[in-house]
DNA sequence: CTGAAAGCGCTTACAG
DNA sequence: CTGAAAGCGCTTACAG
């Protein structure tokens, strides 16, 4: 059934040494006989099998991809993305869903990852701890980031500290001053990871707008459901409440909005919000949002990683990637409605 | 850098042989013999490489998973349960992203499945065409789909059909009459796909409640933008508006449920919503619904899979996978003020 | 219980 | 321009 390249080369007449230079068109063949080895191999149904071939030439036509979760946004983005560009250029992708705090994360550093299938590896929101990082770079081949950033390794990400920083100025151009920001999970560590990185930016916002004493975070978990809880809990206090938040993310954005609504007040009358991303959602839900292209971002790691395994030079060690304010109507200027229960005065 | 199996024979004193039956507990070794080769691999940091061996053992370790979307709750679901099995049996996987309509689709039958790097195929969501059926079975390995249904190959899916036609029972039960249907695309086949079955289901309950003339489709895209459109346009003729929707999936339903408190329609009150799939955000939603489990699902498909490889005889062509209805409060009675509009009289 | 030899499917110097 | 030979890293009969 499945054939070889014996039978190749026999039924063109020619050696296997023919058939393959033929086939793989590096080396000389004389184009009558290249085309009869074409011919040959099209007629049996031949394809080569990377796996024997990569035992010679180490070329093992396979990506390793590393990621916490598959099921999120803005990882399947970055999914789509990176399989697409390898598919173009014949690569497999094979993929390791990191279960944090299992033992499963280890057995892939060490088992997995170790078992020499790949040529390079991508990381998506993982951070390697130092003896992960170090097992990483033992296999000797080129390693790439994405989004959260890795000691030693180039990755590729969105200023999120700037972009945090330029959503909350958004909402005080519009006059907000009670703008509260619901963060993801390890915000605390301020600038290290994507949370905290964006939890610094708003931060930033505040002090240099004078509003530094009324900072307030509620951390969640980065989800719909997660915005929703922080917002029903932030929310619920009648006399307390922001007159705008900044979500660390568009799915706690929408999810702050739907409980605004469940809650009986208006977005943007009553709350302004924004996010981060760019999700698909985001057009339906009509959400302000500073938006990053992850699928883009997939894309050219992979161009990034195939580069260095054709061998090129690495890349800086951060590559900086576009993002964009899109404003719709979540966010609007501060009303003196909004701002009543707070006895916020507005122009 | 990287250590071979020699390496370690030679750091054991032994042989090659020796090492290989040592380190993969087939064929006899004196005990001492295998502690030493055992503890020379773990010097060195040795771990086999699954390609060469693949040469002489013809297992690669490796499955190959082909679906059309990955960025989708569903088929993110099946992914994650794959990957979680497969890792589990030191497998790898491969991803294959089908984009519908394009040559990319035609590659992967032809030249990536055919290159002999996987012991077994899991098609989710994949109608292959009659010569991409065959395409498939030459490959000569197991092959199993999940969702939609592949002739020839056996497959798990959830009673499609039934569970529609449970869910339309659960609004007809209610007291409503007045029952549309959001369906996905490609519904008008009726029975054949995924959607066209859940239609079917729809058709057969509501004819079997003597509601036959009620029935109303709307043709939409399987997401939450799809369900939201195809909703706002249901919905916005105050005059005909239904007062019970049957939504082809759990994100069509929210997305209806989204559109419809937008037009000020309270749910239930005003409309009642049901899906199906027990999407992640249902509960958040309190969205009433037939629950499957993709995660399992996709778990069931590698066990079956990997019983197959080992020799196991094929199981049935269709395995049933379980569903139950959950009752949340996205559905309730049809009150009089909500049938008002058509006339609706009640108890 | 262990080792020498052959071979899986491929590619790549090396002669010719 | 082409073929014979060696070898990539592994495993598996086969002797001993």
Redesign the interface.
């Known amino acids: 059934?499945?054939s070889a390249i014996a039978d190749v080369a026999l039924r063109a007449g020619v050696s296997k040494a023919t058939a393959s230079r033929a086939l793989s068109g590096k080396g000389y063949v004389a184009e009558a006989t290249r085309l009869r080895v074409i011919e040959a191999a099209q007629e049996i149904?031949y394809?080569?099998?990377?796996?024997?071939a990569?035992?010679v030439t180490g070329q093992?036509k396979?990506i390793g991809v590393v990621m916490p979760f598959?099921?999120r946004?803005f990882f399947?983005?970055v999914?789509?993305g990176i399989?697409?560009a390898l598919?173009d250029r014949?690569y497999?992708?094979?993929?390791?869903?990191l279960?944090p705090g299992t033992a499963?994360r280890q057995?892939?550093f060490?088992?997995?990852l170790?078992?020499?299938?790949f040529e390079g590896i991508v990381l998506i929101g993982v951070e390697p701890s130092e003896s992960e990082a170090d097992q990483l770079v033992?296999?000797?081949v080129p390693l790439v980031g994405i989004g959260e950033p890795v000691t030693g390794i180039p990755f590729l990400s969105m200023d999120d500290r700037g972009a945090a920083r330029r959503a909350t100025e958004q909402l005080i151009a519009l006059g907000h001053r009670h703008i509260w920001h619901i963060a993801g999970e390890g915000a605390e560590a301020l600038d290290v990871s994507v949370p905290g990185k964006r939890y610094a930016g708003y931060l930033e916002a505040m002090a240099a707008g004078g509003l530094g004493d009324l900072c307030r975070v509620e951390v969640t978990e980065m989800s719909?459901?997660g915005g929703?809880d922080a917002a029903a809990h932030i929310l619920s206090d009648a006399t307390s409440r922001p007159t705008a938040v900044f979500a660390a993310c568009d799915e706690i954005a929408i999810?702050t909005m739907?409980a605004a609504?469940r809650l009986g007040l208006r977005v943007p009358g009553d709350l302004s919000i924004i996010g981060i991303d760019g999700h698909?959602?985001a057009?339906?839900f009509s959400l302000t949002t500073i938006e990053q292209r992850p699928r883009q971002q997939g894309h050219d790691a992979v161009t990034s990683l195939l580069d260095r395994i054709a061998g090129e030079p690495p890349p800086p060690a951060v590559i900086d990637v576009p993002a964009r304010l899109v404003v719709r109507a979540s966010t609007a200027a501060l009303t003196t409605a909004a701002g009543a229960h707070l006895g916020v005065a507005t122009a």
């Open positions: 059934m499945s149904g394809v080569a099998s990377p796996n024997a990569s035992l093992t396979n598959i099921n946004w399947g983005e999914l789509e399989e697409s598919l014949g497999d992708m094979t993929l390791y869903n279960h499963d057995r892939v060490e088992f997995f170790a078992r020499k299938r033992r296999l000797g719909l459901p929703y999810g739907i609504r698909e959602y057009e339906m």
